[in-house]
């Protein structure tokens, strides 16, 4: 099992470390100006406000599990946005419904009171494209995980 603890180089992260490395875990930290330090924890740099950089980071990793605990004394840009970019790389959620890009497109345009119409749609083959024509996110784990019930894109554009 492998687990990611991002602010690994603090008080509570390093602790989290240690336990883990001592259970048995593959552990991979994170540091953003101090160090990890902790025998057998691999060690990246990241800054939890960049978002794209945390999710970046969770899809390099793979980690089974995300224990995040970055914090910075009365900054809000850190303690509260930084955890919640965290926990949203962690339960990457696809909703109920598998849909296209294309019907994506459609239902936001509908919702927006846009035309549909001027949407320019075309499929793979047609402009000779060749790859797999049924990708599905499975999103089982991230309902079992989470405590509000996965609404369909659909129903959640309708609301
Ligand atoms: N300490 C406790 O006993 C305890 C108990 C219960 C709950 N908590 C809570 O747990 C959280 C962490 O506490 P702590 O004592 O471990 O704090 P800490 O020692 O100050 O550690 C904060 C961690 O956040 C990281 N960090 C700061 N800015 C960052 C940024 N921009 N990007 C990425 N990482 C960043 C730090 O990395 P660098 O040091 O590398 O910059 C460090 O790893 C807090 O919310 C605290 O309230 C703590």
């Known amino acids: 099992m492998r687990l990611l603890v991002v602010g690994g180089s603090g008080f509570l992260g390093r602790e989290v470390c240690r336990r883990a490395v001592a259970t048995g875990w593959d552990v991979v930290g994170t540091h953003y100006s101090g160090r990890v330090e902790v025998p057998g924890v691999a060690s990246h740099r990241v800054d939890v406000t960049d978002r794209a950089a945390v999710r970046e980071l969770v899809t390099r990793v793979r980690p089974d599990a995300v224990v995040g605990t970055p914090y910075r004394y009365a900054d809000w840009a850190v303690t509260a946005d930084g955890a919640a970019h965290v926990a949203c790389a962690?339960?990457?959620?696809?909703?109920?419904?598998?849909?296209?890009?294309?019907?994506?497109?459609?239902?936001?345009?509908?919702?927006?009171?846009?035309?549909?119409?001027?949407?320019?749609?075309?499929?793979?083959?047609?402009?000779?494209?060749?790859?797999?024509?049924?990708?599905?996110?499975d999103s089982a784990r991230a309902a079992v995980l989470l405590r509000t019930r996965l609404r369909g894109v659909a129903e959640l554009l309708a609301a």
């Not at 962690?90 to 598998?98: I, K, S």
């Not at 459609?106 to 009171?113: G, Q, W």
Request: zero cysteines.
């Open 90 to 137: 962690a339960v990457e959620v696809a909703g109920a419904d598998a849909v296209s890009r294309a019907e994506l497109g459609l239902l936001v345009a509908r919702r927006d009171r846009l035309d549909p119409s001027a949407l320019r749609i075309t499929t793979g083959p047609a402009v000779g494209v060749r790859r797999s024509t049924e990708v599905r996110l």
